[in-house]
């Protein structure tokens, strides 16, 4: 076994590696950029290194400054986690050639499996079923769009070198193939210096169905399967082990199928085989067809873990360090069923925006495992993914776990930033999801039953009225009462909402407060203060804003009467950026005309493209940024000219 690793990457990932490791005795090395400086994978590990700027491209994608700081450290051997490094080829050959081991499989493994037409070719081959499609080296688009009519609409274009849906697109109509096109390749060339595609036959109800393999570059088993189908534009929201509805034939067909495209390249350590199965007529073991391998660990991995009891982590590192595979086929079982949720900072009704903040107040309910890179008072930073954690439930029965997940994120507490926890607990508690009717396409179809801002009550606004006249604690010598005013108003904001909340003060422990004309009464006694006799959720103020922990997180601004007519001062003509980023592209020039809902920018951020919409049709005034700023939220990019009136 090492004595000493480096783990090549940061947050949650790099936190999870280590916690095995160091329960094995292995001293953890991490890297860490100028944005990382004080993150908690620093903190954890036993020594850690800075490798450069925020930018990933400045640091955690710099294979000679991490395969130095290895060498530098004593480190015998390098994790590259998940994303960044961890599956490129010539990182891989560059590890072996400092003589150090690379915690994976080969980088032959790895450009085998890296592009997904070559892949799909070597895995017909194999025997593995792959969707019927064009995944040829001519790119003229006049080609590409006749195979398209060759295989029959809907077609899905993906990229070749690509992952995480980034330059995927569906098809449904032939006139609507050249755009589709276009898109696809300009997102793929940015995100992956590729813009190949390949064209693939749409299922109708597809399910995403992976398979955990683990290999030892000469055999493999496999840990059975998850279901990923909770998607959103083709990014995993909720997975879970095993499948909803899967039997013993096609767990049998799947995993062989599996093992053999690992065994087929040699494959060594953890990898997911992923499947498109078709799920309009149950799970049939003529049903499944290859889609890609991911040559590394997965972020849903825990799930795998809960289910079979097997620490993935553990068993990277032990065949890594020339260990034969821990286990046989025979050997493995399922106990159980397990769910996890991605939890993040994204503003969902906004378009599901990434965010960023402060972390003022972060807790995890107990009965649940959470997977963090964060703690209290870290700061969510714009150059990378916005990830707070992942939740993850177990129980006897999917429905015991189903409900154990609703119950966690009922009780996450986030505080600082918008977060996607109301999103997740719609979802936990949907009757079709609940049922075990997945596919690729159920939040797409719900979305406006998923997605909506959660009413306060009375209680949530009393409670956040309180802790905006700081009156939450009150003072230790309460017998004269002129230490507050008798009778006060606090007007907050809840979304685009003013509400003004009138607060009267009767004693140190008794508050009465009233909202247009409704009354909540506020005690404070040995347990805590409780509104109209109820326990108050628990609280916590940040600033100019206040976060009630009730219906998965409200949160509330306080206004400023001084700044409150400064804020309403604004013409409403200005394009903004709503979140950090790059302006990638801009599409306006002072005098042209433009309708409602032409692009004006284009804004890359957390590894995404956000088109910026015109939101009237205007003459723009001017152009505020150049293309290859830096910009902050809130930033004025594009003004439209003044609306003449009359």
């Not at 966690?408 to 505080?415: D, K, N, S």
């Amino acid at each position: 076994m090492f004595h000493t690793i480096l783990i090549a990457n940061r947050g949650e990932i790099a936190c999870r590696v280590m916690q095995s490791a160091q329960a094995m005795g292995v001293r953890c090395v991490a890297v860490y950029s100028d944005a990382d400086a004080g993150a908690k994978h620093v903190a954890m590990a036993d020594a850690a290194v800075h490798i450069g700027g925020a930018a990933p491209a400045e640091s955690y994608l710099r294979g000679d400054r991490i395969i130095a700081a290895a060498l530098e450290t004593g480190a015998q051997a390098i994790h590259p986690g998940y994303g960044f490094l961890s599956e490129n080829p010539d990182f891989v050959d560059a590890v072996v050639a400092a003589g150090l081991v690379f915690i994976g499989p080969s980088a032959e493994a790895i450009r085998a499996m890296g592009l997904k037409d070559a892949a799909k070719a070597l895995m017909e081959e194999a025997g593995v079923p792959v969707v019927p499609g064009y995944h040829g080296a001519d790119q003229e688009p006049g080609h590409l769009e006749l195979a398209a009519a060759e295989i029959g609409y809907p077609v899905l274009i993906k990229a070749v070198a690509g992952g995480g849906g980034k330059g995927m697109r569906k098809v449904d109509r032939p006139e609507a193939f050249i755009n589709a096109l276009e898109s696809a390749k300009a997102e793929a060339r940015t995100a992956f210096g590729n813009d190949a595609v390949l064209i693939e036959k749409f299922v109708d109800k597809p399910r995403h169905i992976e398979v955990q393999v683990f290999g030892d570059g000469t055999r493999a088993v496999h840990l059975f399967e998850r279901d990923c189908s909770l998607q959103r534009r083709h990014q995993k929201v909720i997975e879970e082990a095993p499948a909803p509805g899967m039997t013993s034939r096609m767990r049998t067909a799947m995993g062989n199928a599996a093992v053999r495209a690992a065994e087929a390249i040699g494959y060594s350590g953890a990898g997911t085989v992923e499947f498109i199965v078709d799920g309009s007529d149950g799970l049939r073991p003529d049903g499944f067809w290859f889609m890609e391998m991911n040559t590394r660990l997965q972020v849903e991995h825990p799930v795998t873990e809960a289910i079979t009891g097997i620490d993935l982590v553990d068993w990277q590192l032990r065949v890594a360090s020339g260990e034969p595979l821990p286990a046989r086929q025979e050997d493995l079982t399922i106990n159980g069923h397990a769910f996890e949720a991605r939890l993040y900072a994204e503003d969902v009704p906004k378009g599901f925006l990434p965010a960023t903040g402060t972390l003022a107040h972060l807790a995890f309910p107990t009965g649940a495992r959470a997977d963090s890179g964060v703690r209290p008072g870290d700061t969510i930073s714009p150059w990378y993914d916005p990830m707070i954690a992942k939740i993850i439930t177990h129980g006897p029965t999917r429905a015991v776990a189903l409900t154990r997940l609703a119950q966690a994120l009922r009780g996450c507490q986030v505080g600082g930033t918008v977060t996607n926890l109301a999103f997740l607990g719609a979802l936990a508690s949907h009757d079709g999801f609940a049922a075990g009717d997945v596919d690729t396409g159920l939040i797409e179809r719900n979305i406006d039953d998923l997605v909506h801002a959660p009413v306060p009550s009375d209680g949530d606004i009393a409670l956040a009225a309180i802790l905006a006249a700081d009156l939450i604690a009150p003072p230790q010598d309460a017998g004269f009462t002129l230490w507050v005013p008798l009778k006060r108003s606090v007007p907050l904001t809840y979304g685009d909402q003013e509400i003004a909340v009138e607060v009267q003060v009767l004693s140190a422990t008794a508050i009465d407060l009233t909202l247009e004309g409704r009354r909540v009464e506020a005690r404070l006694g040995a347990s805590g203060w409780r509104l109209n006799g109820a326990p108050a959720p628990e609280a916590v103020r940040v600033g100019a804003q206040v976060f009630v922990f009730a219906h998965y997180g409200l949160a509330f601004g306080i206004v400023d009467a001084l700044d409150r007519a400064a804020s309403r001062v604004g013409d409403g003509n200005l394009i903004e950026a709503p979140m950090p980023g790059l302006v990638k592209g801009l599409f306006a020039t002072p005098g042209q005309h433009v309708a409602q809902g032409d692009r004006l920018a284009l804004l890359e951020a957390m590894k995404m493209e956000h088109a910026l919409l015109a939101a009237r049709d205007g003459v723009v005034a001017e152009v505020l940024v150049s293309e290859g700023d830096q910009v902050e939220a809130g930033a004025a990019l594009v003004r439209l000219a003044e609306e003449s009136v009359g």
